[in-house]
Protein backbone atom coordinates (compact mmCIF):
# COMPACT_ATOMS: atom_id res chain seq x y z
CA UNK A 1 0.00 0.00 0.00
CA UNK A 2 1.41 3.49 -1.07
CA UNK A 3 1.77 6.65 1.56
CA UNK A 4 -1.25 8.61 1.71
CA UNK A 5 -2.39 11.69 3.18
CA UNK A 6 -3.11 11.47 6.97
CA UNK A 7 -0.54 8.15 7.20
CA UNK A 8 2.14 8.85 9.99
CA UNK A 9 5.70 9.49 8.04
CA UNK A 10 7.38 6.74 8.40
CA UNK A 11 10.44 7.50 11.11
CA UNK A 12 13.84 6.07 10.37
CA UNK A 13 17.92 6.74 11.66
CA UNK A 14 19.76 8.05 8.80
CA UNK A 15 23.46 9.79 8.85
CA UNK A 16 23.02 13.68 7.56
CA UNK A 17 25.20 16.30 6.13
CA UNK A 18 24.64 17.45 9.88
CA UNK A 19 24.96 13.78 11.84
CA UNK A 20 22.75 11.12 12.71
CA UNK A 21 19.13 12.13 13.05
CA UNK A 22 16.11 10.13 14.39
CA UNK A 23 13.57 11.91 12.03
CA UNK A 24 10.70 12.03 14.25
CA UNK A 25 12.80 13.96 16.81
CA UNK A 26 14.40 15.67 14.38
CA UNK A 27 10.90 16.97 13.43
CA UNK A 28 10.11 17.85 16.76
CA UNK A 29 6.89 19.83 17.45
CA UNK A 30 6.88 21.60 14.17
CA UNK A 31 6.64 21.01 10.63
CA UNK A 32 9.08 19.71 8.09
CA UNK A 33 9.69 19.32 3.93
CA UNK A 34 11.53 16.03 3.39
CA UNK A 35 12.24 16.41 -0.48
CA UNK A 36 14.03 13.46 -2.78
CA UNK A 37 16.36 13.58 -5.72
CA UNK A 38 17.51 10.58 -7.46
CA UNK A 39 21.44 11.28 -7.68
CA UNK A 40 24.06 13.95 -6.67
CA UNK A 41 25.39 16.01 -9.59
CA UNK A 42 22.55 15.87 -12.05
CA UNK A 43 21.88 19.14 -13.20
CA UNK A 44 17.99 19.79 -12.33
CA UNK A 45 18.29 18.76 -8.91
CA UNK A 46 21.18 21.03 -8.16
CA UNK A 47 18.76 23.87 -9.15
CA UNK A 48 16.58 22.88 -6.85
CA UNK A 49 19.02 22.25 -3.80
CA UNK A 50 19.70 26.38 -4.26
CA UNK A 51 16.44 27.12 -4.66
CA UNK A 52 15.65 25.43 -1.21
CA UNK A 53 18.86 26.86 0.03
CA UNK A 54 17.41 30.67 -0.60
CA UNK A 55 13.86 30.17 0.63
CA UNK A 56 14.90 28.54 4.04
CA UNK A 57 14.38 31.89 5.90
CA UNK A 58 10.64 31.47 4.55
CA UNK A 59 10.24 27.54 5.97
CA UNK A 60 11.45 29.07 9.19
CA UNK A 61 9.01 31.84 9.43
CA UNK A 62 6.10 29.11 8.69
CA UNK A 63 8.49 26.42 11.74
CA UNK A 64 8.87 24.04 9.01
CA UNK A 65 12.35 22.67 8.73
CA UNK A 66 13.67 21.46 5.49
CA UNK A 67 15.60 18.44 4.52
CA UNK A 68 16.77 16.83 1.33
CA UNK A 69 17.74 13.26 0.75
CA UNK A 70 19.69 11.38 -2.28
CA UNK A 71 20.52 7.44 -2.77
CA UNK A 72 24.12 9.13 -2.31
CA UNK A 73 26.69 8.51 0.36
CA UNK A 74 27.14 11.72 2.83
CA UNK A 75 30.53 12.26 1.38
CA UNK A 76 29.04 12.88 -2.19
CA UNK A 77 26.87 14.83 -0.31
CA UNK A 78 29.37 17.60 1.00
CA UNK A 79 31.39 17.70 -2.65
CA UNK A 80 27.82 18.57 -4.27
CA UNK A 81 27.24 21.28 -2.10
CA UNK A 82 30.11 23.56 -3.69
CA UNK A 83 28.30 22.67 -6.93
CA UNK A 84 25.45 23.57 -6.01
CA UNK A 85 27.03 27.18 -4.32
CA UNK A 86 28.73 27.70 -8.13
CA UNK A 87 25.67 27.32 -9.77
CA UNK A 88 23.18 28.85 -7.72
CA UNK A 89 25.47 31.70 -5.33
CA UNK A 90 23.60 29.81 -2.51
CA UNK A 91 24.72 28.17 0.60
CA UNK A 92 22.90 24.35 1.29
CA UNK A 93 22.68 25.24 5.45
CA UNK A 94 19.89 22.34 5.52
CA UNK A 95 20.96 18.52 6.41
CA UNK A 96 21.40 15.89 3.11
CA UNK A 97 20.36 12.62 4.10
CA UNK A 98 22.63 9.68 2.77
CA UNK A 99 20.60 6.95 1.57
CA UNK A 100 23.05 4.99 -0.01
CA UNK A 101 21.87 1.62 1.10
CA UNK A 102 18.32 2.55 -0.09
CA UNK A 103 16.26 2.55 3.17
CA UNK A 104 14.84 5.13 3.27
CA UNK A 105 13.65 5.44 -1.00
CA UNK A 106 12.25 2.22 0.02
CA UNK A 107 10.77 2.91 3.52
CA UNK A 108 8.98 5.99 1.29
CA UNK A 109 7.98 3.80 -1.15
CA UNK A 110 9.84 6.00 -4.03
CA UNK A 111 11.45 2.61 -5.03
CA UNK A 112 10.36 -1.01 -5.07
CA UNK A 113 11.27 -3.68 -2.39
CA UNK A 114 13.70 -5.18 -5.43
CA UNK A 115 15.29 -2.21 -6.21
CA UNK A 116 18.49 -3.52 -4.47
CA UNK A 117 20.64 -2.64 -1.48
CA UNK A 118 22.96 0.26 -2.94
CA UNK A 119 22.70 3.25 -4.65
CA UNK A 120 26.32 2.09 -6.03
CA UNK A 121 26.05 2.12 -9.83
CA UNK A 122 22.25 2.77 -10.11
CA UNK A 123 21.66 6.15 -12.76
CA UNK A 124 19.50 8.95 -12.08
CA UNK A 125 16.81 7.04 -14.24
CA UNK A 126 17.25 3.99 -12.04
CA UNK A 127 16.29 6.26 -9.39
CA UNK A 128 13.71 8.50 -11.37
CA UNK A 129 10.93 7.87 -8.87
CA UNK A 130 12.96 9.29 -6.03
CA UNK A 131 11.63 12.61 -6.62
CA UNK A 132 9.46 13.53 -4.55
CA UNK A 133 8.55 16.38 -1.70
CA UNK A 134 6.50 14.87 1.96
CA UNK A 135 5.20 17.84 3.79
CA UNK A 136 4.62 16.55 7.59
CA UNK A 137 2.98 18.16 10.30
CA UNK A 138 3.98 18.24 14.54
CA UNK A 139 1.59 15.49 14.56
CA UNK A 140 4.05 13.49 12.35
CA UNK A 141 1.31 12.77 9.50
CA UNK A 142 1.72 13.36 5.89
CA UNK A 143 -0.02 16.57 4.68
CA UNK A 144 0.77 16.50 0.90
CA UNK A 145 2.68 14.27 -1.48
CA UNK A 146 3.95 15.79 -4.87
CA UNK A 147 6.14 13.41 -7.56
CA UNK A 148 7.96 15.12 -10.02
CA UNK A 149 9.34 13.94 -13.23
CA UNK A 150 13.08 14.51 -13.57
CA UNK A 151 12.71 16.94 -16.84
CA UNK A 152 10.89 19.18 -14.47
CA UNK A 153 12.00 21.68 -11.77
CA UNK A 154 9.88 21.79 -8.42
CA UNK A 155 8.04 25.14 -8.08
CA UNK A 156 9.00 25.03 -3.85
CA UNK A 157 7.03 28.34 -4.20
CA UNK A 158 3.71 26.11 -4.19
CA UNK A 159 5.24 24.52 -1.34
CA UNK A 160 5.18 27.32 0.73
CA UNK A 161 1.50 27.97 -0.07
CA UNK A 162 0.10 24.93 0.34
CA UNK A 163 1.55 25.14 3.88
CA UNK A 164 -0.18 28.11 4.72
CA UNK A 165 -2.80 26.84 3.43
CA UNK A 166 -2.48 23.30 5.26
CA UNK A 167 -1.73 25.77 8.80
CA UNK A 168 -4.60 28.02 8.40
CA UNK A 169 -7.05 25.15 7.47
CA UNK A 170 -5.66 23.59 10.56
CA UNK A 171 -6.48 26.32 12.95
CA UNK A 172 -10.16 27.15 11.25
CA UNK A 173 -12.97 25.79 9.63
CA UNK A 174 -12.11 26.99 6.58
CA UNK A 175 -10.61 25.80 2.90
CA UNK A 176 -8.62 27.51 0.40
CA UNK A 177 -10.10 27.60 -2.83
CA UNK A 178 -7.76 26.80 -6.66
CA UNK A 179 -4.72 29.43 -6.97
CA UNK A 180 -5.25 30.45 -3.23
CA UNK A 181 -2.76 33.01 -1.80
CA UNK A 182 -2.34 34.27 1.52
CA UNK A 183 -4.36 37.22 2.37
CA UNK A 184 -6.71 35.77 -0.09
CA UNK A 185 -10.80 35.22 0.69
CA UNK A 186 -11.33 31.38 1.51
CA UNK A 187 -14.27 29.18 1.88
CA UNK A 188 -16.38 28.07 4.85
CA UNK A 189 -16.31 24.66 5.33
CA UNK A 190 -20.14 22.27 5.08
CA UNK A 191 -19.50 21.96 8.91
CA UNK A 192 -20.13 25.44 9.61
CA UNK A 193 -23.76 26.51 10.00
CA UNK A 194 -25.04 29.86 8.39
CA UNK A 195 -25.38 30.83 11.72
CA UNK A 196 -22.37 29.65 13.15
CA UNK A 197 -20.52 31.13 9.97
CA UNK A 198 -21.05 35.04 11.23
CA UNK A 199 -20.21 34.42 14.62
CA UNK A 200 -17.31 32.98 13.70
CA UNK A 201 -16.38 35.10 10.42
CA UNK A 202 -18.80 38.00 10.96
CA UNK A 203 -19.78 38.14 7.43
CA UNK A 204 -20.00 36.12 4.03
CA UNK A 205 -20.88 35.41 0.74
CA UNK A 206 -23.17 32.93 -0.51
CA UNK A 207 -21.83 31.94 -4.22
CA UNK A 208 -23.64 28.61 -4.13
CA UNK A 209 -25.60 26.64 -1.26
CA UNK A 210 -22.43 24.29 -0.68
CA UNK A 211 -19.76 27.62 -1.65
CA UNK A 212 -19.46 30.25 0.95
CA UNK A 213 -16.58 32.71 1.05
CA UNK A 214 -15.58 34.99 3.69
CA UNK A 215 -12.24 36.96 5.07
CA UNK A 216 -8.80 35.04 5.87
CA UNK A 217 -9.02 34.21 9.46
CA UNK A 218 -6.40 36.08 11.36
CA UNK A 219 -3.62 33.71 12.83
CA UNK A 220 -4.87 32.15 16.19
Not at 20 to 45: E, M, R, Y
Not at 121 to 149: C, E, F, H, M, Q
Request: aromatic fraction near 8%.
Amino acid sequence: MSLRINDIAPDFTAETTQGTINFHQWIGDGWAVLFSHPKNFTPVCTTELGTMAGLEGDFKKRNVKIIGISVDPVSSHDKWQADIKTATGQTVNYPLIGDKDLKVAKLYEMLPAGAGESSEGRTPADNATVRSVYVIGPDKKIKLVLTYPMTTGRNFDEILRVIDSIQLTAKHQVATPANWKQGEDVIITAAVSNEDAIKRFGAYETVLPYLRKTKQPTAG
